[in-house]
């Protein structure tokens, strides 16, 4: 295994539990999210990285135009409704309803982007 494998197996094992923990905080801050332990916000991060990966480009590009209408806004429809989809499928990781999953995809985002952004830094090839 070369060097730049071992780096990209640690970026996204770092990125994984850093998941899991924005999955913890949102749940610790918001009452409409609830993850029963951190063995279930690891399975849950790796179900909504699966999810946003292969599901949420199909979404966005069915409903292009609805969201050119909106501006971008419906993007946040489709986060919403991915986040509650994982809820549903796993046990130990509940959303109360839509408008939780709305505000905690919000949440679990922003803290997505700034560990993406504190991971680059780290693993940056110098």
Same mark, same amino acid.
Request: hydrophobic share 65%; aromatic share 12%.
């Given at each position: 295994?070369?060097?730049?494998?071992?780096?990209? !197996?640690?970026?996204? $094992? !770092?990125?994984?539990?850093?998941?899991?923990?924005?999955?913890?905080?949102?749940?610790?801050?918001? %009452?409409?999210?609830?993850?029963?332990?951190? #063995? %279930?916000?690891?399975?849950?991060?790796?179900?909504?990285?699966?999810?946003?990966?292969?599901?949420? #480009?199909?979404?966005? $590009?069915?409903?292009? #135009?609805? *969201?050119?209408? *909106?501006?971008?806004?419906?993007?946040?429809?489709?986060? !919403? /409704?991915?986040?509650?989809?994982?809820?549903?499928?796993?046990? &130990?990781?509940?959303?109360? /309803?839509?408008?939780?999953?709305? $505000? &905690?995809?919000?949440?679990? %985002?922003?803290? /997505?982007?700034?560990?993406? %952004?504190?991971?680059?830094?780290?693993?940056?090839?110098?």
């Amino acid at each position: 295994m070369n060097h730049g494998a071992i780096l990209l !197996a640690m970026k996204l $094992l !770092a990125k994984w539990l850093l998941s899991a923990a924005a999955l913890l905080f949102v749940a610790y801050v918001y %009452s409409g999210v609830q993850v029963n332990s951190f #063995p %279930s916000a690891l399975l849950a991060a790796f179900v909504i990285g699966l999810l946003n990966t292969f599901i949420r #480009p199909v979404l966005v $590009l069915l409903t292009l #135009p609805v *969201t050119v209408v *909106t501006v971008g806004l419906f993007l946040f429809v489709i986060n !919403a /409704g991915l986040f509650y989809a994982a809820a549903q499928l796993l046990e &130990g990781f509940n959303v109360s /309803g839509f408008w939780a999953a709305m $505000l &905690g995809s919000v949440i679990y %985002s922003v803290l /997505g982007i700034i560990s993406d %952004s504190a991971l680059e830094r780290l693993f940056a090839k110098n």
